[in-house]
T-cell receptor, first 112, second 113 residues
Framework: NAGVTQTPKFRVLKTGQSMTLLCAQD?????MYWYRQDPGMGLRLIHY???????AKGEVPDGYNVSRLKKQNFLLGLESAAPSQTSVYFC???????????FGSGTRLTVV | EDQVTQSPEALRLQEGESSSLNCSYT??????LFWYRQDPGKGPEFLFT???AGEEKEKERLKATLTKKESFLHITAPKPEDSATYLC??????????????FGKGTMLLVSP
């Protein structure tokens, strides 16, 4: 019973490089979310999805893209990484709108 | 715009010293208020959902309460293993039918033996 799995757990990028963060859930949840967490800023929503093939912008979407080709997976892409994107990224999923989210363990990303 | 303010930012307690964490919120219509626990280096872990003023929920040494403007997380006789950051989040009612959670910045709790 894995819940929400995020890969990778750690990554260091150089400015301008691209990468994709993968989130996988095995709970058959319809809704999935990507948050970033920064000291003093709390959790901020980047993008979310209400079902396979759908995506929507959250509070801080600039510089990120997402895709939900399969119900169980939600990918977060950085096309050209910037130091301001240094953060801890959390993926979450839920059954219902606002039902308790289940979070992954996070990806710590450093952009140098 | 939905807003969530948590206080204090940090709280240090002695083992057995009960206290409360506060979550004040501003939302056009509350669909639900959520409490999470986050340990260092881990993702937030769901604790409670409260839906209406007057509602209370308990789990071990934790008790969450809700009014129309704020929620409290009461910690009774805390133990060192209760040390964590506690996050509060709200979900608003929307005419479109869907809204995501808005989180506060959290209260970092440290319980000393």
């Amino acid at each position: 019973n894995a819940g929400v799995t995020q890969t990778p757990k750690f990554r260091v990028l150089k400015t301008g490089q691209s990468m994709t963060l993968l989130c996988a859930q095995d709970m058959n949840h319809e809704y999935m979310y990507w948050y970033r967490q920064d000291p003093g800023m709390g959790l901020r929503l980047i993008h979310y999805s209400v079902g396979e093939g759908t995506t929507a912008k959250g509070e801080v979407p600039d510089g990120y893209n997402v895709s939900r080709l399969k119900k169980q997976n939600f990918l977060l892409g950085l096309e050209s990484a910037a130091p301001s994107q240094t953060s801890v990224y959390f993926c979450a999923s839920s059954y219902l709108t606002g039902g308790g989210y289940t979070f992954g363990s996070g990806t710590r990303l450093t952009v140098v | 715009e939905d807003q969530v303010t948590q206080s204090p930012e940090a709280l240090r307690l002695q083992e057995g010293e009960s206290s409360s964490l506060n979550c004040s919120y501003t939302v056009s219509g509350l669909r639900g208020l959520f409490w999470y626990r986050q340990d260092p280096g881990k993702g937030p872990e769901f604790l409670f959902t409260l839906y209406s003023a007057g509602e209370e929920k308990e789990k071990e040494r934790l008790k969450a309460t809700l009014t129309k403007k704020e929620s409290f997380l009461h910690i009774t006789a805390p133990k060192p293993e209760d040390s964590a950051t506690y996050l509060c989040a709200v979900q608003a009612e929307r005419d479109s039918g869907y809204s995501t959670l808005t989180f506060g910045k959290g209260t970092m709790l440290l319980v000393s033996p």
